[in-house]
């Protein structure tokens, strides 16, 4: 199993601001991925940050956006860049172990 | 991409059995996870099967799987109000860097 911690749990930004959201694992895993849940929605892949190397980001989704960082195998963060109100969601860090897990979660407000 | 589809809404009575449904389209999906996710909260990984078996039974969870009809049940005996939350059925394939693709969830609605 993997026990995964998330910063912060939530926040409410102004427009126009950054936020950056931390991801912590309690072991090492090879994969990590960064979600989106959106209001109501369900859960869409932003990308799998790659330690080592730049993340993989899916379809509809930018690095200057939301580049990612992976310094090592139990840590990845993901920033939300020059936010604007349609980027209110819940961020969810996942982890791919034995079986996939997710975090708690972050729920970003953006006025 | 793959479709993975679920009903929005299901209200059971507390006690009762639970069936919440989902349909996929690609064939190729491996792996076959149920998540919980209650108000406010992440995903609670619940219990996943692998495309190799029918049916996967834990405590009050059954699963049952028809690929022919890409066709994935999730039962749950003795509904308790704690039980009300959204479920997610999600769907991937044995790739390495293969992500999931999760279905609409369906909120389950438990009563007195």
């Known amino acids: 199993s993997a026990v995964i911690s998330q910063k912060p749990s939530r926040d409410i930004c102004q427009r126009g601001t950054s936020l950056t959201i931390q991801c912590q694992v309690d072991s090492q895993v090879t994969m990590m991925f960064w979600y989106r849940q959106q209001p109501g929605q369900s859960l869409t892949l932003i990308a799998t940050?790659?330690?080592?190397?730049?993340?993989?980001?899916e379809s509809g989704f930018v690095i200057d956006k939301f580049p990612i960082s992976r310094p090592n195998l139990t840590f990845s963060t993901l920033t939300v860049s020059n936010m604007s109100p349609e980027d209110s969601s819940i961020y969810l860090c996942s982890v791919r172990a034995d079986t996939q897990y997710f975090g708690p979660g972050t729920r970003l407000t953006v006025l | 991409g793959e479709d993975v589809e679920q009903s929005l809404f299901l209200s059971v009575r507390e006690g009762d059995s639970s069936v919440i449904n989902c349909t996929y389209t690609?064939?190729?999906?491996?792996?076959l996870y149920w998540y919980k996710q209650e108000p406010g909260a992440g995903l609670q990984l619940l219990t996943y099967?692998?495309?190799?078996?029918d049916m996967k039974q834990d405590q009050r969870l059954t699963v049952l799987l028809n690929k022919k009809d890409k066709h994935l049940s999730l039962r749950i005996a003795d509904t308790q109000t704690g039980d009300s939350a959204i479920y997610f059925c999600a769907g991937r394939d044995t790739g390495t860097a293969s992500k999931l693709t999760f279905g609409t969830g369906t909120r389950l609605q438990v009563t007195l």
């Open positions: 940050a790659n330690q080592g190397s730049e993340a993989t980001y």
């Open positions: 099967i692998f495309s190799n078996m």
């Open positions: 690609d064939s190729s999906s491996t792996y």
